[in-house]
């Protein structure tokens, strides 16, 4: 397995199909910005790859400082279920083990209609290294909990990635600290 930029037509399209398919519309940044972003070099479009050059999922990334925030991460549907995941997550937090590593998950102590998925989507995170922040934010009206490669992230460092990756007036609306632990 291993992490390509995707800088050429065929892999962004199976990036933004995957993409597409595996995040609500609530959730999606317009894809045409994340490519302007990473032109900008403050986020990283990678696709995951076997030894066999298949595509096996995506990893989106913003940059900031010393943080890395994984902003998407997916399997394709065949390749789920055959450890790929987990092989790819190590990839992701071996390449950033020098950053601060962490990602938001939507909120599992919450009444939802995919409570299951939220719950085993915690627990693949946890079982693969990551820990509880006890910070809840409101991420553009979705309530999201944030877990870190055992780094402490405040929410002033979180929001200021944020702000300065897609502009201060922009995030000030809409991405507001629940709670923090």
């Keep these: 397995m291993r992490l390509v930029e995707a800088y050429d037509i065929e892999r962004l399209a199976k990036i933004q199909a995957l993409y597409q398919e595996a995040f609500p519309a609530s959730e999606r940044k317009p894809f045409k910005l994340m490519i302007k972003k990473r032109e900008e070099g403050v986020m990283e479009l990678q696709a995951l790859e076997n030894e066999q050059n298949e595509f096996c999922g995506l990893a989106i ?10 902003d998407y991460f ?36 919450v009444e939802a209609e995919n409570l299951l998925q939220r719950q085993k989507r915690k627990n693949f995170y946890l079982r693969n290294g990551l820990t509880e922040t006890a910070m809840y934010v409101r991420l553009f009206g979705v309530e999201m909990e944030v877990l870190s490669d055992s780094c402490k992230v405040n929410f002033e460092e979180y929001k200021r990635l944020y702000a300065d990756t897609f502009g201060e007036n922009y995030i000030n609306r809409h991405v507001i600290l629940v709670s923090e632990g």
């Design 74 to 109: 997916a399997i394709a549907p065949k390749m789920r279920g055959k450890g790929t995941g987990t092989e790819a997550f190590s990839l992701l937090r071996n390449k950033y083990a020098q950053k601060r590593f962490f990602l938001e998950i939507e909120r599992t102590d």
């Design 61 to 70: 990334t913003i940059l900031y400082q010393d943080m890395v925030l994984l």
